[in-house]
C-alpha cells in the first residue's frame, strides 16, 4: 500500500482526536459538563430559503436530470448565476466558464494546487492556517511554506514574505477571514501583498498565483469588509465554499474561480478541468448545485455567531486571557497562558474545557476557541474558563 496514504489515514487530526475525546466524555459525566469547542460544524441551521428550494427542486424538476451528472465544470445555470453575482456586488469582470463547480472548499483547494504546482513547486502561507493546507499542497507534489504572521494582529509580516520567494515559488495562499484566527486582512494588507506579487513575479521570472481561501467570506461582524482579490491582483484564483456561509458542510458545494484576466487564465482553467478529472470529482452534487444558483447572495442568520464572539472574548478578556481581534468566522485564537499549549488543553479538560492547540495549525503557544456554538453553552462554561486563569493567576 501507499504508506503515505496509510500515514493520513491511520493519524486522526487531533481537532478529530479532542472531539471524540468529548462524545467519550458526555457519556461518562453528563453532556451538561463538556464544553466542546472543537469543531467548525456551523450551528446555525440553513436559511429557510435551502429547505424550501430543496422541496421545490425535488418535486418540480425532472428526477433524472436532478440527480444525474452534470458536466464536469458544473451546471451552466448554476456558473451563470454565481458569475452574475460576484460581478454585480464586486464590481470585478468574471465569465460562467472561468467558474468550476467543486465539493466544497477543501475540493476546491486541492484541484486548483494540483492544477498550479509542478513536483518541486513551493506554496506560501501564512501560520495560523488551516491544518490540511499541508495535505492539499503535498498531494499536488509541492511543498508548504510556513511564514509566521505579525505575532500582535496575525496580519502579513511583509519582512519575513520578502525574502521567501525563490524561481520555485507558484502560489501564495492565504485565507481571510482566517481559520484559525478569526483575522481579516486589511485593504493596506492585500494592496501590500499584490505589490509584492507583481515584484517578485518579474524577478523570478514567472507568475506567482494568488490562491484565497475564502469559505468565510460573509462571517464578519462590525461592518468589516473583505476586500475582493481579483479587484487588487489579477492572477488569482479564489476558492469558495458554501459550507459555512449556508450552513451545509456535509452537502459538498463550492466553486473555484479563475479570474479571466490572470495571466494564462484559459489554460489555467483547463488545468483546473483536468485535475478535477485526475483527482476522481466527476462533477458536483446535482442538486445543491441547483439550489446554490437560487441562493446567491443569502447566508444563515450569522449574527448569532457576532453575539457569540460578543460575549466569550469579552468574557475571557475579563478573565485576563488573551487574544488577536477576530473579526470573523467563528473562532478564537487565544495565547495559552503556560509555553505549551498542550499542557494547557489538557488543564482545561479537568474543566469540561475542550480546546486545540495551535501547533498544528503552525502557531505554537496559542489555542483555537470554535465559538460555533450555542450561546446557552457559551454562557454555562464560563465559569470553567474563570476557574481556569484563576488556576493560573494563583
Ligand atoms: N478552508 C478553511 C480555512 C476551512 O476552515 C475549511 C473547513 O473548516 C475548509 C477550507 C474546508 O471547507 P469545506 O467544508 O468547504 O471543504
Not at 464590481?91 to 460562467?96: Q, S, W
Not at 487588487?232 to 452537502?251: A, D, R
Not at 486545540?356 to 453553552?377: E, H, L, N, T, W
Amino acid at each position: 500500500m501507499n504508506r503515505k496514504m496509510y500515514g493520513l489515514g491511520s493519524k486522526r487530526s487531533v481537532i478529530r482526536e479532542i472531539f471524540e475525546y468529548g462524545k467519550k466524555r458526555a457519556a461518562e459525566v453528563g453532556a451538561d459538563k463538556v464544553f466542546d469547542f472543537s469543531l467548525g460544524n456551523p450551528s446555525v441551521k440553513p436559511p429557510q430559503i435551502v429547505e424550501d428550494t430543496l422541496i421545490e427542486l425535488l418535486k418540480g424538476e425532472d428526477a433524472t436530470a436532478l440527480h444525474g451528472y452534470t458536466s464536469a465544470q458544473g451546471d451552466l445555470a448554476t456558473r451563470r448565476a454565481i458569475a452574475e453575482y460576484i460581478a454585480r456586488t464586486q464590481g470585478v469582470r468574471t465569465d460562467p466558464d472561468f467558474i468550476y463547480m467543486t465539493c466544497g472548499a477543501a475540493a476546491s483547494l486541492t484541484i486548483t494546487l494540483s492544477a498550479l504546482c509542478n513536483a518541486g513547486d513551493e506554496v506560501i502561507t501564512f501560520a495560523p492556517f488551516f491544518t490540511e493546507y499541508r495535505v492539499f499542497t503535498e498531494t499536488a507534489g509541492a511543498k508548504l511554506v510556513e511564514l509566521p504572521s505579525h505575532p500582535d494582529t496575525f496580519q502579513i509580516d511583509f519582512s519575513v514574505l520578502e525574502g521567501a520567494f525563490s524561481e520555485k515559488t507558484a502560489a501564495v495562499l492565504i485565507n481571510s477571514p482566517n481559520n484559525p484566527s478569526g483575522v481579516v486582512y486589511s485593504e493596506q494588507t492585500i494592496r501590500t501583498l499584490a505589490g509584492l506579487l507583481e515584484e517578485k513575479s518579474k524577478e523570478f521570472g514567472r507568475t506567482i498565483y494568488l490562491v484565497t481561501d475564502e469559505p468565510y467570506r460573509e462571517l464578519v461582524y462590525g461592518g468589516v469588509k473583505v476586500p475582493y482579490l481579483t479587484a487588487y491582483y489579477k492572477h488569482t484564483v479564489v476558492c469558495y465554499s458554501y459550507s459555512k456561509s449556508l450552513s451545509l458542510p456535509g452537502e459538498r458545494i463550492g466553486y473555484i474561480f479563475v479570474n479571466p484576466d490572470a495571466k494564462d487564465a484559459k489554460e489555467l482553467y483547463l488545468a483546473v478541468c483536468g485535475a478535477g478529472r485526475a483527482l476522481g470529482y466527476v462533477c458536483a452534487p446535482s442538486l445543491f448545485q441547483k439550489l446554490v444558483a437560487r441562493c446567491q447572495g443569502v447566508t444563515s442568520d450569522v449574527s448569532v455567531y457576532e453575539g457569540n464572539r460578543d460575549l466569550l472574548a469579552g468574557a475571557l478578556r475579563e478573565y485576563g486571557y488573551s487574544c488577536v481581534r477576530p473579526d470573523g468566522a467563528f473562532y478564537l485564537f487565544v495565547k495559552s497562558p503556560e509555553p505549551d499549549a498542550n499542557a494547557f488543553c489538557e488543564r482545561a479538560k479537568k474543566y469540561g474545557l475542550l480546546l486545540v492547540p495551535g501547533d498544528d495549525f503552525g502557531c505554537a503557544g496559542y489555542v483555537r476557541i470554535a465559538y460555533c456554538v450555542s450561546p446557552d453553552m457559551i454562557r454555562r462554561s464560563l465559569p470553567a474558563f474563570k476557574a481556569l486563569a484563576e488556576e493560573y493567576a494563583k
